[in-house]
């Protein structure tokens, strides 16, 4: 294998098993490396540090193992299975109420840049890594002998995700499909039912790192008025109405997001609930003391440092809005996935909000993603999604 050269004192980041390599910690290669490559790190010292995927960009190489390891079928299967294992221990792979949850979250499982979502008996993967990529039938094979006659199709939906100047360009669409077998587009989520579209929808088509929060938004909903923003395919309305609101508004720029989102409100038989095209800045000016809960799950405003100040201000302004125009006593369900904004500039963004507003606020839960999105403790950009419920006065 190709050996990657580390610049003197570049290894520190391996030793503690951060997976990243970057480009600009690299000394040189012992030979010509094209991206997808499997390369062996070594320190300045000639100390093995482990194996990874080389490719173009700023992070260089990702590592999926910190010791000599003969990366063979076997070998990713061994990885997919100890992912499937861990649901297992969360008690998703076999729970008859929820049968939609992430197999595999990248560096979490040791697999970086790498996503496997699980949507009732379709698996629906995303590459950020050419490498990993490359092997995507690997994975398939491996699914195959996991799951048995559990799973019925994969799906690839790399296209949006991997690098653009990659060699290799991805394409959406099936890569395996059991014959005879229909392709089931409903799931359940803690008994709630949703239409995935995993072909033409977000992501990998349903924003699973939500679920334990809107069960906890669903605990809160009982008599309320409940306003959710950005709504995608209305999974925190849907929890909120059946949870016992009394009413449920839902927003989002997007009339394909609000198809989706009545598309679900239909299959859950609601009928207390009221869905807007609009943008939710301008919705909010004009909705004083009209909600008792109000959620807030934008996308993400920055996705690269040199635009987190913008993004900071994006947040701060929304938030305000909300605090300013909900009711007295009312709760704020406040997110942001964006990973360049950590935990502590959110949660200062929020109070900056509230001091505008000039109303006191008290901090009732802190949130973040659920357990199958468990990021390993030496990847910390892994826990992205940050939020808080606080209560309004």
Known sequence: MIRVILTSGKDHSLHRFHPWVFSGAIKKFSGDVIEGDIVEVYSSQNEFLGMGHFQLGSIAVRMFSFKEVIPDFQFWKSKIKAAYNFRTQLHLTNNTATNCYRLCFGEGDGLPGFIIDYYNGTAVFQSHSIGLHLIKHEFVRALQEIYGDKLNAVYDKSEETMPKQAPVK??????????????ENIVLENDNKFFVDWEGGQKTGFFLDQRENRELLGSYSQDKVVLNTFCYSGGFSVYAAKKGATEVHSTDISKKAIELTDRNIELNGIKNHTSFAVDTF?????????????????????????????????????????????????????????????????????????????????VMHHLSQPADHAPSIFHPEGEYLKGLVVQVE
């Open 170 to 183: 991805a394409t959406n669409g099936y890569l395996w499909k059991r014959e005879n077998t229909a392709i």
């Open 282 to 362: 301008d919705f909010l000016k004009h909705r004083e003391n009209t909600y008792d809960i109000i959620v807030l799950d934008p996308p993400a405003f920055a996705k690269h440092q040199n635009v987190k100040h913008n993004a900071i201000m994006g947040y701060k302004r929304l938030n305000y809005e909300a605090i300013k125009q909900i009711k007295p006593g009312g709760l704020l369900f406040t997110f942001s996935c964006s990973q360049v904004v950590d935990k502590n500039t959110f949660n200062s963004t929020v109070m900056a909000a509230a001091i505008e507003a000039g109303r006191n606020v008290r």
